[in-house]
T-cell receptor, first 115, second 115 residues
Framework: DAGITQSPRYKITETGRQVTLMCHQT?????MFWYRQDLGHGLRLIYY???????DKGEVPDGYVVSRSKTENFPLTLESATRSQTSVYFC??????????????FGPGTRLTVT | SQQGEEDPQALSIQEGENATMNCSYK?????LQWYRQNSGRGLVHLIL?????REKHSGRLRVTLDTSKKSSSLLITASRAADTASYFC???????????????FGKGTKLSVIP
């Protein structure tokens, strides 16, 4: 199916464990983004990518790692999960643009709980 | 970083009434976008208005932009119960180069439409 998918949809993990959240899009969009959504904070950008092998930090990158070896995939890894990383994570993609002029398409989200 | 701030934080109206949400931001923008998020789902793009536009319509949605006041409003006319959701404004910065394709989201307005 065309679109943007995230897996898993729900994840419970323990403090200190490594967790990888997957994101896959079928549109061949150049740009991809990872956000976290927390009550009182809205959406905050963690990392973004302009193309395969090009990634950069967003507003809240600490404790996260990303990679983008293929245009369609943009996994997010929590190297050593902490309780403060309990959140809902959204992946998004967008067509290429010089001014962020295009809409972003969001995945359904991954609800992560760190115990 | 610049950030959109929506007002009010929550809004409750009767079906058939109009709903108005406001967004203020801090620095110059290239465009401003509005998104809707139904409970437990990803964000869905509603409308984009560029900095040189003052008003835009899409179905029952009307968006205005006042760059001199750094504010925007989203009007939903003849609201329906299905419009119940959170609404977010997002701004794209008015500079080129790395990061110019990022969007900065506000914290959202939670709209409840009572049947």
């Amino acid at each position: 199916d065309a679109g943007i998918t995230q897996s898993p949809r729900y994840k419970i993990t323990e403090t200190g464990r490594q967790v990888t959240l997957m994101c896959h899009q079928t549109w061949s969009h150049s740009y991809m983004f990872w956000y976290r959504q927390d009550l009182g904070h809205g959406l905050r950008l963690i990392y973004y990518s302009a193309a395969a092998d090009i990634t950069d930090k967003g507003e809240v990158p600490d404790g996260y790692v990303v990679s983008r070896s293929k245009t369609e995939n943009f996994p997010l890894t929590l190297e050593s999960a902490t309780r403060s990383q309990t959140s809902v994570y959204f992946c998004a993609s967008s067509e290429s643009s010089g001014y962020g002029s295009y809409e972003q398409y969001f995945g359904p989200g991954t609800r992560l709980t760190v115990t | 970083s610049q950030q959109g701030e929506e007002d009010p934080q929550a809004l409750s109206i009767q079906e058939g009434e109009n709903a108005t949400m406001n967004c203020s931001y801090k620095t110059s923008i290239n465009n401003l976008q509005w998104y809707r998020q139904n409970s437990g789902r990803g964000l869905v793009h509603l409308i984009l208005i560029r900095s040189n536009e003052r008003e835009k319509h899409s179905g029952r949605l009307r968006v205005t932009l006042d760059t001199s006041k750094k504010s925007s409003s989203l009007l939903i006319t003849a609201s329906r119960a299905a419009d119940t959701a959170s609404y977010f404004c997002a701004t794209a910065a008015a500079y080129s180069g790395a990061g110019s394709y990022q969007l900065t989201f506000g914290k959202g307005t939670k709209l409840s439409v009572i049947p």
